[in-house]
């Protein structure tokens, strides 16, 4: 059965700091690999998605890495700002499970200002 | 801007009542997804569809069904809530296990 296991739980950090956030997979064989973000109280936002073919993906001030072979990702979020505080999900796809996802539980982010 | 509307946002019922969760897409998804998000426990999967009229039990199905009668709508039933079904309910549509988009949930209250 897959299991994802998101490290830290909790982070919190002075803003403009440079941040990561870990990801690990028990099942490599992954048709993709996608981060999330929840604010308190709302749904998901999906902010990348990395197909098992990939190694990484970028959007503005985000950046998620994918080594699938040891079963890891990384999102890595340039000069913290108190905006980006909300909780972090990693999320897998596996190959023979159809579109499913299964959740990590989280990384609950704080920004200071 | 693609959209997959849950028709509560909060919700309160009582033992023992059915209760319909309603969740409509706009983006002519194949796939919807209803999820149940707890602390500690994080997302865990109820039901899925891949099609209209079709459904498969996801990690935790016990007490609940579902129906797909339309592409873009997929319900959640309760056929007699419980306490323990106390929870924040949140419905998703993707793409080929692309492009996924959430609902903004339904807490849902058994009292």
């Known amino acids: 059965k897959q299991e994802v296991t998101q490290i830290p739980a909790a982070l919190s950090v002075p803003e403009g700091e440079n941040l990561v956030l870990n990801c690990s997979f028990t099942?490599?064989?992954?048709?993709?690999l996608q981060w999330f973000r929840q604010d308190p109280g709302k749904g998901l936002t999906s902010l990348l998605l990395?197909?098992?073919?990939?190694r990484e993906q970028t959007s503005g001030r985000l950046n998620a890495s994918l080594d699938k072979s040891s079963g890891r990702s990384t999102l890595y979020i340039a000069a913290s700002q108190p905006g980006d505080s909300a909780t972090y999900l990693c999320?897998?796809?596996?190959?023979?499970?159809?579109?499913?996802?299964?959740f990590g539980e989280g990384t609950q982010l704080t920004v200071n200002p | 801007d693609v959209k997959v509307t849950q028709s509560s946002r909060y919700l309160v019922k009582r033992t023992g009542e059915k209760v319909f969760l309603e969740c409509v897409q706009d983006?002519?998804?194949?796939?919807m997804f209803w999820y149940r998000q707890d602390p500690g426990l994080g997302l865990r999967l109820i039901y899925f569809?891949?099609?209209?009229?079709?459904?498969e039990k996801g990690d935790i199905p016990e007490g609940y069904s579902v129906s797909r009668e339309k592409k873009e709508r997929f319900s959640l039933i309760l056929e007699s809530a419980s306490t323990n079904q106390t929870s924040m309910y949140l419905c998703?549509?993707?793409?080929?296990?692309?492009?996924?988009?959430f609902g903004s949930g339904t807490r849902l209250t058994v009292v």
């Open positions: 998703a549509s993707s793409w080929d296990g692309y492009g996924y988009t």
């Open positions: 099942d490599s064989a992954i048709y993709n």
């Open positions: 990395i197909q098992s073919s990939q």
């Open positions: 999320a897998v796809v596996k190959e023979t499970s159809g579109s499913r996802l299964t």
């Open positions: 983006m002519d998804h194949e796939n």
């Open positions: 569809s891949y099609d209209v009229k079709m459904k």
